[in-house]
């Protein structure tokens, strides 16, 4: 068996920790980003109210996700919240996280 470790090598890449707590991320970047988007998109949309809009949008996204933080497991966090990634978002990690812990725990209210 010359090599032993090779396993754990080869896995190494998959292990990623959750993060602890919920990171920070500019939202005024995402948001800049977003607008810019949408100016494009809307013939009435308006740049500043996009922009308010959308810092809104993410300032509640994080304190719902600051609230609920504890309820989502190690690897909910970790599949959903990936602060490295291009432009992120708390409303998407709000949704990501929502649709995680629901696949977790069903309604189980009859139909």
Known sequence: MPFPF???LIGSHLLVAAPAAVPSVDIGKTCQAATGVMSGLMADSSPQRDLDV????E???RQQIIKDWATFSSAERTQCVQSSVY???YVEWLTCL???RSVRKPDSRPR
């Open 59 to 61: 300032q509640a996204a």
């Open 98 to 100: 929502e649709m995680e």
């Open 54 to 57: 959308c810092l809104s949008s």
């Open 87 to 89: 432009l992120p978002s």
């Open 6 to 8: 090779a396993p754990i």
